[in-house]
């Protein structure tokens, strides 16, 4: 465990030095040294280390801040290290939404407020297996919150019908962007 919890350490030190309430750069950080540590994310968003559950919010949410997707998986960055995890499915969950003016504003269980719309997008996919909808929101840097089920049926609840090439199919607008909820004609069903 010491040479984890002194990973660890590292981690949250890079991300305490993000600049007031913003997020770290960890876009522009390029450490030498990677390796993995043993972090899951697992579907319901719950993040475990070493086995067991992550219980202080604080550390999770900071934790998140110094999350990157890289084409080889997710990663913990600091100025210093690269520590690959494992995402199980997103590693976000979009806990809430609100309508505010023109724009669909999600609430994720990490405490990120984002405005869905041309930059960050909501796709649903249809899970093969059991034909439920699996709808995401892009959050930022190609991490995704998974849209919790009370949240998308709110959504559902909004749509509006729209003519598209597929044929009829329901979708929300926010921010000058419009997002399909379902397969064409599924709601005629």
């Not at 990677?34 to 219980?55: A, L, M, S």
């Not at 609100?98 to 609430?107: A, P, S, T, V, Y």
Request: aromatic share 6%; net charge negative.
């Amino acid at each position: 465990m010491g040479d984890a919890s002194g990973r660890l350490d590292g981690v949250i030190a890079a991300a305490k030095q993000a600049p007031g309430r913003g997020l770290p750069p960890v876009h522009l950080w390029n450490p030498a040294h990677c390796g993995e540590i043993d972090i899951v994310i697992r579907k319901d968003g719950t993040w475990f280390h070493e086995g067991t559950p992550i219980g202080r919010e604080a550390l999770v949410r900071l934790f998140s801040t110094v999350l990157r997707k890289d084409p080889d998986g997710f990663h913990l960055v600091t100025p210093v290290e690269k520590m690959k995890i494992t995402v199980e499915d997103a590693p976000f969950i979009a806990t809430r939404v609100d309508r505010e003016g023109e724009g669909l504003k999600f609430l994720t269980n990490v405490g990120d407020e984002v405005t869905a719309g041309p930059d960050n997008e909501i796709r649903v996919e249809m899970d093969e297996a059991t034909g439920e909808p699996r709808p995401y929101l892009h959050v930022r840097r190609g991490l995704e919150a998974l849209i919790a089920r009370p949240v998308f049926y709110e959504l559902v609840e909004m749509a509006a019908e729209r003519e598209t090439p597929e044929g009829p199919r329901l979708g929300v607008a926010s921010d000058g962007a419009w997002f399909p909820v379902g397969p064409a004609g599924a709601h005629r069903l």
